[in-house]
């Protein structure tokens, strides 16, 4: 059993608290992505879990066992860092059996771990190389075929894929994925790419500031942000986000121009409430050319100029002037468009969100 428990983990360096007293409940043989802006603390809470960094106050439970005061190699976790850290004068196999020979395992046992390992990994070829005469990815694979012989409890990742083109990235995602439906370990895996959180985890953990700020599965942070943070952050290309007033069973924006109140949000605001309205690219759709949620019922036209077009191949994103900024919509069978060009847009409101500008907090009943 590797359950990971964090209770009000706190890191502060002198004055400054950079994880401001974080709670968090990993699952045995969960997948956890843990995301958010550069600095705002996921190295820091990760390194605290791995016992590199002392805790400044609160809890830390693997297996249900504390232990806020082992050391690293007591804790039985394995770490993967951004830089693969191998060692150069080593062959790939002593590179991976090096951490087993200095614990003092028995050849056999050090063989076995190594060829089991590799076979997973499939490093079989490479075994005898050395990491210089090895590809990026070749020796990513190798770092984590280093973490795998030591059997941990759990894997701890920090950005391991961002030294890596975006063809070796999406491949290498795929391995891991492939590698935790193996090892069937628990993991906690730093990456500030939320597509990989997306794809990898089984549940996302948005940090800001040194606190969490939602966890939920990818589905519950894409579709159900709690915060106007969260909503900006999930998502690709991000989603639309407007200040606007309530006034009278509409939103009015900065420009002039008006939407009617999604109808999910009427029993929560009042007019003269000041609101954040979003909406992703893919519920704004030049009509006609997207798909409709179905029930139409909630879908409001207007018409934009286009001020840019990016044709994807399979879609082109439309970007059209609102509230004197680019505002985003997917075109899924594309068409000619150019800058200039006046578009009937559909917004599916049934899809959007609404949080209040001052607490930055949805406002979904
Ligand atoms: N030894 C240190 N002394 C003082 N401040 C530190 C120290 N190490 C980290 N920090 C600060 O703690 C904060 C969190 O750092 P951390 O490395 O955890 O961020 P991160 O979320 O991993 O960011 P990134 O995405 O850039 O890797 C940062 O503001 C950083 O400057
Ligand atoms: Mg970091």
Redesign the pocket.
Known sequence: MATVSLKKLT?S??P?A??QGIDLEVADREFIALV????????????MIAGLEDISDGLIEIGGRKVNDLPPRSRNISMVFQSYALYPHMTVRENLGFSLKIAGAEKEEMDRRVAEASSILGLDQLLDRRPSQLSGGQRQRVAMGRAIVRDPDVFLF??PLSNLDAKLRTQMRTEIKKLHAKVQSTVIY?T?DQVEAMTLADRIVI?RD?FIEQVGTPDEVFRRPQTRFVAGFIGSPPMNLHEAAVDDGQLLFQSGERLPLPSQFKANVATGDKVVFGLRPDDIYPTGHGISSGEDADVHQMELPVTVTEPLGNETLVFAEFNGSDWVSRMLNPKPLKAGDRVKMSLDLSQAHLFSAETGKTLRG
């Open positions: 890191k360096y002198g400054v950079v994880v958010g802006p550069s600095g705002c603390g996921k190295s820091t809470t990760l390194r920090d950005e730093v500030h940090m040194g």
